[in-house]
């Protein structure tokens, strides 16, 4: 095996383990803080959310505007301040099963969630990929 190809092997796996980690990171913090990014253009909105153990994508049919129409914005709240304001997670999850997949698409709101855990174990499966070959 050349050289280049085993740096390239390596650099992939430190990357996907680096990514991994950060994650687990982010699912630790989602256990009292909500953190997404918001944003979209003209035509809709997408949103991605970190609460709880999951991440959440959503899509609004139609366009909402609160910081401008191309901008990109990253909100952070504690779950107390979430948990005051009344905002729970949208009906659109009422079928997530027990390990925490879930989505549905209603009034124009595109919503999809997944645990943590499975980006996780995910991107460790693929820092061992191109070792396998």
Known sequence: MSLDIWFLRCVWSVLCVI??????????RS???KDSISGGGRIRMTQFCSFRGRL?????????????????VYGSATVDEVDKLG??????????KRFGFGWNAQSGIVAASVPHWFVVILLAGLAFTPWAF
Do not use: D, H
């Not at 991994?20 to 630790?28: D, E, H, R, S």
């Not at 905002?87 to 997530?96: D, G, S, W, Y």
């Open 19 to 28: 990514g991994a980690g950060l994650l687990l990171a982010l699912c630790v």
């Open 87 to 96: 905002i729970t997670e949208p009906a659109t999850f009422a079928n997530i």
């Open 31 to 33: 256990f009292w803080r």
């Open 56 to 72: 959440s994508l959503y899509n609004f049919g139609q366009p909402i505007e609160v910081y401008g129409s191309n901008a990109w």
